[in-house]
């Protein structure tokens, strides 16, 4: 063997060596039995064979892994030739898979927003618009008389809102608790309970008794509280309440008298109270 097959030898051995320092040192090289990607000089070759540097035009300085020549025969081929395979001809070859870093794409999409709190949900709920309680009185819906009493009740019920909160669906619940009355006069009422329309004005639940006939204003605040769900899950009490105002009520109040009188009205219309 003369100096120039030595020196020919020990270039092809170190360029193996640093060859297989370099795909085994990769963290995302992986050991394959046929099919080969090489990194060489930092970047990737997608062919399976490497040749020695210089001239690929001979065969006394090119080989590959398969015995196969690659490259197009000129000088510094990278030496790609996809499809061969690697048989480890060349003494310390490393069969290997270079998996590519992934390529830049869109941004991930920023993670949802938490569902709402409940303390977020105390000030949302005192935003809504619950329907107030409906006033309804007796003897009648617009007048009542003095020195007797005027029964009072609310139409109210619990009350439910649908609504999109941070992307989530809400039902709301809205539940009357109290219900606060101011009868006009200077008398006010607080019950947890809205009435009802009595069958004997004497036996009713509440009521206000005028001592001067006049105009009046019968005023009504109902508080609720609530409670929310997400989707079908459990229902979830928000912390407070909401005082929702209803419609005044105005009422004409009349006086009441008494009169000794042998005829009726329409027996004798000039008679006491039988004209206006």
């Not at 297989?20 to 930092?42: E, I, M, P, Q, Y």
């Not at 006009?184 to 004005?201: R, S």
């Amino acid at each position: 063997m003369n100096t120039a097959d030595v020196r020919l030898l020990t270039g092809l051995v170190v360029f193996v060596l640093l060859s297989a320092l370099a795909v085994t040192s990769a963290d995302s090289v992986h050991a394959s039995s046929d099919k080969c990607k090489w990194r060489l000089n930092g970047n990737v070759s997608c062919g399976v064979s490497r040749t020695i540097p210089g001239n690929n035009s001979g065969p006394s300085n090119s080989r590959s892994d398969s015995g196969k020549r690659s490259g197009n025969g000129k000088n510094g081929s990278s030496g790609k030739g996809n499809g061969d395979t690697c048989t480890k001809s060349l003494p310390g070859a490393i069969c290997g898979r270079v998996d590519l870093p992934a390529t830049s794409g869109p941004a991930d999409a920023p993670p949802p927003p938490p569902p709402p709190s409940p303390t977020f949900m105390e000030t949302q709920f005192k935003k809504y618009s619950i329907p107030p309680s409906v006033i309804n009185s007796l003897p009648g819906d617009s007048w009542g008389i003095a020195h007797r009493k005027t029964a009072f009740w609310a139409d109210s019920s619990i009350q439910y809102i649908n609504d999109t909160i941070l992307g989530y669906p809400i039902t709301v619940k809205a539940i009357p608790r109290k219900y606060h009355w101011n009868f006009g006069d200077g008398n006010t009422l607080h019950t947890q309970h809205p009435g009802n329309k009595p069958t004997d004005i004497n036996k009713a639940r509440i009521y206000n008794v005028y001592t001067a006939p006049g105009n009046v204003t019968v005023k009504l605040a109902t508080t609720y509280s609530g409670m929310y769900k997400i989707g079908d899950s459990p229902w979830i009490t928000i912390p407070g309440t909401t005082d929702i105002q209803s419609s005044n009520a105005d009422l004409r109040i009349y006086r009441f008298h008494k009169y000794l009188v042998n005829k009726s009205c329409k027996e004798d219309p000039t008679g006491p109270d039988c004209t206006s």
